[in-house]
Every structure is written in structure tokens, then in C-alpha cells.
T-cell receptor
Framework: DQQVKQNSPSLSVQEGRISILNCDYTNSMFDYFLWYKKYPAEGPTFLISISSIKDKNEDGRFTVFLNKSAKHLSLHIVPSQPGDSAVYFCAASGWDQTGANNLFFGTGTRLTVIP | DSGVTQTPKHLITATGQRVTLRCSPRSGDLSVYWYQQSLDQGLQFLIQYYNGEERAKGNILERFSAQQFPDLHSELNLSSLELGDSALYFC?????????????FGPGTRLLVL
């Protein structure tokens, strides 16, 4: 059962425009959320995170929004650049049935920024 | 470069065989995580070690096992391999092993079972 879902497998955006990547989660106990970026032949790299006590976190061109009531978060990239073309994974931190605190990843969204 | 190294980069083997994947964490990191990424799937958490001890277990099959050695490197052993085990296997490390830390990922090992 996928607890973190990224329903758009791919997204294409023109250079300079805004990219919006979406993520939904099902477990209301998740309290920390992260976005990772992955280039081909490399491992994922951390991009930005947000705690459940906040609804927005900004870092340069990247902003993450959290809507706890909707169990939804989104990553905004403004302005989008060709170097942003990558696969973006949403992840959520939560407790599983064994009492361990694990990180749950979505399936990823492939962003293509068109020059 | 994340500082996490994984070997080998690629591995091709046959069904029924056993392989070992190796991971060296970033200098100073005590915790190691293993993830599996199958085609069109997200990263599935397999297992976590902290300073040599198993800390958390995810969707790891009984045919798979792992350990973390005193020098903090880790090995993931996959046995009785099946076609469905073909995937990218990532290792990640973090300083203290809490879920609120950034995990640093290695480049992955691509396993192909024929």
C-alpha cells in the first residue's frame, strides 16, 4: 500500500515558467516531509524539507507547501531552468507498526524543462 | 558527490544465485539505510543500521539480509535470486539515524537477474 503518492509520472514546463509538483499522503501521523531530486545514474539528493508545524518553506527558487487537512504537499520551482530536469521524489517521515520511524517515498515525477 | 560509495555499479546474475552489495557511508555517519527501486516504483525502504545494530526493518524479504560492520560499511546480501529482484539498490547514510535528518544517497547498484 503506497502511503505517499505522486500521481503525475511526468511534467513538462517551459524554461522560466513555474513548475508545480504534487504529492499526496495517506498517513496522518507523518510529521516531516522532504523532496529529493534524482539525475540519471546518480542517487537521489536532498532538495528541501518541511515540518508538519509549518505550511510553507522556501529555499531560493524552491518552495514547498504543506496542506495537512488535505494531506497534500507541493513543490514549486520558480523560475524553472533546464538544469532542473530530473526525477523528483516526495518523501514522508512516519512511524510504522513496529514503532520504527521510517521514510516513505513516492514513485517520482519526471520534470522536463524545455529551453 | 554525496560521499556515499556503492559497489559494484552493475551486477548481472542468474536466478537462484546469491550476490552481495557493498556500501560505505559518508565519513562520520553512523547510520546506513538500504532501499530498492524497481521499475516504475518509488524507493522502497528495506532496512536500517545504526552503529552496527539493526534499527528498523521495512519491506525486506527473508531471502535478503544485511549487516553493518565495525568500520561502519554495510553489505546487503540477496540470495535465491528471482527475476523480480532486478532493481536499483540504493544505500544512504545519515549522521544519527533519525528520520528528521537528511539522508545522503550513493549512486546505486543496478542488479539484473536473468
Amino acid at each position: 500500500d503506497q502511503q505517499v503518492k505522486q500521481n503525475s509520472p511526468s511534467l513538462s514546463v517551459q524554461e522560466g515558467r513555474i513548475s508545480i509538483l504534487n504529492c499526496d499522503y495517506t498517513n496522518s501521523m507523518f510529521d516531516y516531509f522532504l523532496w529529493y531530486k534524482k539525475y540519471p545514474a546518480e542517487g537521489p539528493t536532498f532538495l528541501i524539507s518541511i515540518s508538519s508545524i509549518k505550511d510553507k518553506n522556501e529555499d531560493g527558487r524552491f518552495t514547498v507547501f504543506l496542506n495537512k487537512s488535505a494531506k497534500h504537499l507541493s513543490l514549486h520551482i520558480v523560475p524553472s531552468q533546464p538544469g532542473d530536469s530530473a526525477v523528483y521524489f516526495c518523501a514522508a517521515s512516519g512511524w510504522d507498526q513496529t514503532g520504527a520511524n521510517n521514510l516513505f517515498f513516492g514513485t517520482g515525477t519526471r520534470l522536463t524543462v524545455i529551453p | 558527490d554525496s560521499g556515499v560509495t556503492q559497489t559494484p555499479k552493475h551486477l548481472i546474475t542468474a536466478t537462484g544465485q546469491r550476490v552481495t552489495l557493498r556500501c560505505s557511508p559518508r565519513s562520520g555517519d553512523l547510520s546506513v539505510y538500504w532501499y530498492q527501486q524497481s521499475l516504475d516504483q518509488g524507493l522502497q525502504f528495506l532496512i536500517q543500521y545504526y552503529n552496527g545494530e539493526e534499527r528498523a526493518k521495512g519491506n525486506i524479504l527473508e531471502r535478503f539480509s544485511a549487516q553493518q560492520f565495525p568500520d561502519l560499511h554495510s553489505e546487503l546480501n540477496l540470495s535465491s535470486l528471482e527475476l523480480g529482484d532486478s532493481a536499483l539498490y540504493f544505500c544512504a547514510s545519515s549522521a544519527r539515524g533519525t528520520a528528521y535528518e537528511t539522508q545522503y544517497f550513493g549512486p546505486g547498484t543496478r542488479l539484473l537477474v536473468l
